[in-house]
Nanobody, 123 residues
């Protein structure tokens, strides 16, 4: 099985910064995607940022230019540097790992989730 352990959440003032970390352990294929999702009360879970094992990244428009996702493939660890935080960034942030496998003419995707870490942006 795969386990994801998150850390780095907490309380920060508007305009402040936080750095989230997520370390994956278990059987992890070389080609994969790791990312961060978030969910605020009463809202749908949304993808914040993702990064492939090759280093390609993508971000939701609302965090573009403020957040930076990175990873250390040797450590199977993904990071999310969050700058210029606003109250709208308050949410539970979840780490995600997705791996795809091809067998014959079929493709399968396996997704794993961390337990979540609370980020609160408030004065």
């Amino acid at each position: 099985q795969v386990q994801l352990v998150e850390s780095g959440g907490g309380l920060v003032q508007p305009g402040g910064s936080l750095r989230l970390s997520c370390a994956a352990s278990g059987i992890i294929f070389r080609i994969n995607t790791m990312g961060w999702y978030r969910q605020a009360p009463g809202k749908q879970r949304e993808l914040v940022a993702g990064i492939t094992s090759g280093g390609s990244t993508n971000y939701v428009d609302s965090v573009q230019g403020r957040f930076t996702i990175s990873r250390d493939n040797a450590k199977n660890t993904v990071y999310l540097q969050m700058n210029s935080l606003t109250p709208e960034d308050t949410a539970i942030y979840y780490c995600n790992l997705a791996m795809a496998v091809s067998s014959g003419n079929k493709n399968y995707t396996f997704a794993y989730w961390g337990q979540g870490t609370q980020v609160t942006v408030s004065s």
